[in-house]
């Protein structure tokens, strides 16, 4: 177990140092390349900026008001019927717009009903197989200045659902284990 951590470890500086050896070896100037791709990031975070502002403020506002608790007793009292848990509707509908709110109320999760419980668990597994949709939708599709998104969408919201479905029967048989 000491060799896996002690590799984790090692893989970051590993690859920064083979790439720094790769580019030497090519004769391009490292330093030079590495400063004209960290401006590029810089600008691209300030063109995406009112993007996550707005995400997160709509995020908020939705916390906020209590919407998000109605809209998820209204769906969580269907979902139960399929096997998904009530309780964790408010943490699938914000995962969708963002992972750091999510995680606030992944947080809450284990607070009221602990980390091993099946909640915990199902939450946790969610968090890990979802994306958020509408966050990655906007960032990638407006940096790349795409507008015709096709069936983007459709298949998200099918890749969420799987992972959701992943996320009940993988805990169930945690919990059964």
Do not use: N, Q
Request: proline share 2%; aromatic share 12%.
């Amino acid at each position: 177990m000491k060799f896996f951590l002690y590799v984790a470890d090692m893989i970051i500086p590993l690859v920064i140092f083979a790439i720094v050896c790769y580019g030497c070896l090519v004769k391009i100037d490292v330093y030079d390349t590495f400063i004209k791709g960290a401006r590029s990031g810089f600008f691209t975070v300030i063109k995406i900026m009112p993007t996550l502002v707005g995400l997160m403020v709509a995020v908020g506002v939705l916390r906020a008001s209590g919407f998000l608790d109605f809209l998820a007793e209204i769906i969580g009292s269907l979902t139960k019927y399929i096997g998904f848990p009530g309780e964790l509707v408010p943490l699938t509908i914000v995962k969708m717009f963002s992972s750091s709110a999510a995680t606030g109320l992944l947080l809450d999760t284990y607070k009221e009903y602990g980390a091993d419980s099946y909640l915990g668990l199902t939450a946790s597994i969610s968090m890990a197989c979802t994306e958020t949709i509408f966050y990655t939708m906007s960032v990638y599709f407006m940096t790349a200045k795409v507008s015709k998104t096709r069936y983007t969408l459709t298949g998200a919201f099918l890749a969420t659902l799987a992972g959701l479905a992943a996320s009940v029967v993988l805990a169930g048989m945690m919990m059964g284990a």
